[in-house]
């Protein structure tokens, strides 16, 4: 993968779901992980926008001014780094994600965050359609254990496991947070010498 062109695309790393109102999530290794990634855009001076959920949801935990809303420790935008707030799953569907993308001239899109299955794996969907190169961070991701149709629960890891295979068989291009720091690391250690 060419790292020339990508931007970072942290979605929806906010505080709202570690409250107990939300089911059980599986990715203990989800927020340093996806701190990797960010210390690792920032060092390669490569875009970062970062993504938040704005919910128009009367009560809803991830609405604007509720303790909810912020990022979690350590994903706060830094200066020059744009906020792209939705209201739907997809960061595409009513911001200016696409336009900002193509005027960065950026067609590789790296996206982590949470969750899997919800807003991360809309929004590469949404992307993926209009014709950008998606990249799932998986390991940088998570999601939440959930209510099946017969009075069981799918397990969150399941869940997971489930999305990632839909996205990498049609949407997106699937990494770790282990192999494309490396290949970060590489690119880094070959313009150097």
Do not use: Y
Request: proline residues 7%; charged residues 20%.
């Amino acid at each position: 993968m060419n790292l020339g062109n990508t931007v970072l695309l942290p979605v929806d790393m906010q505080r709202a779901f570690d409250l107990p109102s939300w089911p059980r999530r599986w990715n203990e290794a989800v927020d340093a992980n996806g701190l990797s990634l960010l210390e690792a855009w920032r060092r390669i001076g490569h875009p970062i926008l970062h993504v938040r959920h704005d919910s128009v949801t009367p009560g809803s935990t991830l609405a604007p001014g509720q303790p909810g809303n912020a990022f979690r420790p350590g994903f706060e935008p830094r200066d020059g780094e744009p906020l792209i707030t939705k209201s739907v799953n997809s960061a595409f569907i009513g911001t200016d994600l696409d336009l900002r993308l193509k005027r960065l001239g950026m067609p590789t899109v790296v996206v982590f965050g949470i969750s899997t299955d919800m807003c991360v794996s809309t929004t590469i969907r949404v992307g993926a359609n209009l014709g950008h190169r998606m990249v799932l961070v998986e390991d940088a991701c998570d999601c939440f254990e959930l209510p099946d149709t017969s009075g069981g629960a799918i397990p969150a890891r399941t869940i997971h496991q489930v999305h990632v295979a839909t996205l990498g068989f049609e949407f997106a291009k699937v990494v770790t947070t282990r192999d494309l720091l490396a290949e970060i690391g590489g690119q880094a250690a070959g313009k150097a010498a």
